[in-house]
């Protein structure tokens, strides 16, 4: 068995052609010929399998040490599958800072099917086993949130989630398997939305899915086949592709987060700076034992001197817009921006002030990166 980042390039082998072609074809057809009318065919159609589609996710079951993958049309509809596995009346502990599409899937939609939720901050162990009721089914989370960068232990989590009986489910977009595989840390649905770093170039929109046990593996297949939101064989292979330079884009995300957050701390005009990277705080020593590194995704608290807004305009190289996870570095303001649906109160509650910015560190030369912040911090100074 080779190791993780040979696994990335060449993980699942292409074999089933007879050119030669070191990848997968893109099988643009929507149906396959039976050899007869009662033939049992692999391939019947492109709904319920691709065999584009299909490298991808056992690409992505191997990557997470999972034994399915499924790839879905975005985030959000892989997020969908995984939630309608459960039953009306079956309740779900979710955290409490999750990605807010995730958050309005589950309120404006899922409530509707009488799915129960009760939002819990999941770094609280304790405060997770008190929400447990008999008809808890799950307990769903983001081990860093966004954009604060809170950190869930995802061993603490499985742990009491196995005592109950319930299946632990970890939205693993911000860290990806590169940093963390939470299936070997005890969690049973690893999810993504695939358009951030495993995309990794800001030009497709994507979701996965991966369960290790078989009967959790046919629940999402049902609900992938059924429900329909799957993959296309070109969006399959773009993120096939990006898949491969994993690593090394992560090791430049992480290098250059960490030459911005040393950068950062020591400016008199940033009043905090938010990074499980930095020592002293309990996301720090929880990200140190469960994680391989801290993530692209720096975010900070300007000084209240500072005009936020004129602020992330004053940028250039950090182009000004939502997302995260691709080669370019972006920023954004929280507030008025990925967080706008929330109201006054719930952005008091997450901690999002309006002198909140984050970034999502690309992988650009980080003294430009550094420049680029500098002269837009400097522009201040009278
Ligand atoms: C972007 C994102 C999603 C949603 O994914 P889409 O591909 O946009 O549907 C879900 N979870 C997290 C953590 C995300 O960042």
Redesign the pocket.
């Known amino acids: 068995m080779t190791n993780f980042d040979t696994n990335l390039v060449h993980g699942v082998c292409c074999s089933d052609n007879n050119t030669g072609a070191v990848n997968v074809p893109i099988y643009n057809s929507s149906t396959y010929v039976y050899q007869s009318a009662d033939a049992k065919v692999k391939w019947d159609y492109a709904r319920s399998g691709n065999p584009t589609r299909a490298f991808l996710e056992e690409q992505i079951a191997l990557l997470e040490g999972g034994t399915r993958g499924f790839a879905f049309s ?4 892989a ?1 969908h599958a995984a939630f309608a596995i459960f039953e009306p009346g079956d309740h779900v502990i979710i955290g409490d800072k999750i ?1 807010g ?2 958050f309005r899937l589950v309120n404006q939609y899922f409530k509707k099917w009488q799915l129960e939720f009760t939002t819990v901050d999941t770094q609280d162990a304790a405060a997770v086993e008190a929400a447990i009721k008999p008809n808890t089914k799950a307990i769903y989370f ?1 081990t860093f949130t ?1 954009p604060l960068l809170r950190v869930t232990s995802v061993k603490a989590i499985a742990e009491i989630a196995k005592q109950h009986h319930l299946l632990t489910i970890v ?1 693993n ?2 860290l990806t398997p590169y940093l963390q595989q939470p299936l070997k840390l005890g969690a049973d649905i690893v999810i993504h ?1 695939a ?2 770093y495993l995309g990794g170039h800001s030009d497709v ?3 996965l899915v991966v369960v290790e046990e078989a009967e959790l593996g046919e629940k999402i297949y049902f609900s992938q086949n059924a429900l329909g939101g799957v993959l296309s064989p070109e969006d399959s292979n773009l993120i096939r592709r990006g898949i491969q330079t994993l690593g090394v884009r992560m090791d430049r995300h992480l290098a250059n987060a960490a030459k911005i957050v040393d950068f950062l701390t020591k400016r008199s005009e940033i009043a905090k700076v938010y990074y499980p990277g930095i020592e002293g705080s309990v996301d720090h020593e929880i990200a140190q034992k469960e994680c391989r590194g801290f993530g692209g995704i720096v975010s900070f608290d300007l000084a209240a001197a500072i005009d936020s807004k004129a602020f992330v305009e004053r940028l250039n190289l950090f182009k000004l817009a939502v ?2 996870g691709a080669v370019e570095s972006l920023v954004e303001l929280p507030y008025k921006m990925s967080h706008a649906e929330l109201s006054a109160a719930d952005l008091q509650d997450c901690g999002i002030s309006t002198q909140l910015i984050r970034l999502s560190v690309g992988i650009e030369d980080a003294q430009d990166l550094i420049g680029d912040l500098a002269q837009a911090l400097d522009s201040f100074k009278k």
């Not at 975005?74 to 509809?77: F, R």
């Open positions: 975005s985030g959000l509809a997020i990605y599409g995730t983001e966004n939205d977009t911000f939305s358009t951030k929109i994507a979701g997302s995260l």
